[in-house]
C-alpha cells in the first residue's frame, strides 16, 4: 500500500475507532454480521414482492387471453 494511502486510512481510522470505543463498541463481527443479514432480508423481501407482481401479471393476463366457449 502507498504511503500516502496507509496515512489516509489511519487517519480516517483513527477517528472511527474512538467513535466506537466511545459508545462501548469493542467488535465489530457481530454489527457486521447483523447489518448483512438485514441487508440480506431487506433484498429478499423485495424480490419476493416483484416476483408475486409478476405472477399476478402474469395470472392476469391468461386469464384474459382464455377463449370462452
Known amino acids: 500500500m502507498k504511503p500516502a494511502t496507509?496515512?489516509?486510512l489511519s487517519r480516517n481510522w483513527g477517528g472511527f475507532y474512538k467513535a466506537l470505543t466511545a459508545r462501548n463498541i469493542l467488535g465489530l463481527d457481530g454489527?457486521?454480521?447483523e447489518l448483512v443479514s438485514q441487508l440480506l432480508e431487506r433484498n429478499m423481501k423485495k424480490?419476493?414482492?416483484e416476483?408475486?407482481?409478476t405472477l399476478?401479471?402474469?395470472?392476469?393476463?391468461?386469464?384474459?387471453?382464455?377463449?370462452?366457449?
Open 6 to 8: 496507509q496515512d489516509m
Open 31 to 33: 454489527l457486521i454480521e
Open 51 to 53: 416476483l408475486i407482481k
Open 47 to 49: 424480490k419476493i414482492q
Open 56 to 69: 399476478i401479471i402474469l395470472s392476469l393476463r391468461s386469464s384474459v387471453n382464455k377463449p370462452n366457449y
